[in-house]
């Protein structure tokens, strides 16, 4: 069984930083698709970034220049730094991965981010 485990999320000040991990485990076949999506009470969930298995990334405006993600295959691990933190970045981050030739996404069960003074 596939499972998606997200840790690091807490309480930081604006400016600060955090950096989430999502470890995934139960994968036989290789990972295809990594990425950081967040959600606040009320939204959509939304992509922040993702990182795909030719290691091409992509990151929504709003966290450009200040996010990175990045992964270890031996670790079956994606991470996201997350820099220069706003209180609009509060909101339950969660990892999602696809894996090559099995049509369904795989989540993890969220990891809350609250930036405040």
């Known amino acids: 069984q596939v499972q998606l485990v997200e840790s690091g999320g807490g309480l930081v000040q604006p400016g600060g930083s955090l950096k989430l991990s999502c470890a995934a485990s139960g994968i036989m076949f290789s990972i295809s698709y990594l990425g950081w999506y967040r959600q606040v009470p009320g939204k959509q969930r939304e992509l922040v970034a993702h990182?795909?298995?030719?290691?091409?990334?992509y990151y929504a405006d709003f966290v450009k220049g200040r996010f990175t993600i990045s992964r270890d295959n031996a670790k079956n691990t994606v991470y996201l730094q997350m820099n220069s933190l706003k209180p609009e970045d509060t909101a339950v981050y969660y990892c999602?991965?696809?894996?090559?030739?099995?049509?369904?996404?795989?989540w993890g069960q969220g990891t809350q981010v609250t930036v405040s003074s």
């Open positions: 990182i795909i298995s030719t290691n091409s990334t």
């Open positions: 999602k991965a696809k894996i090559l030739g099995i049509p369904r996404d795989y």
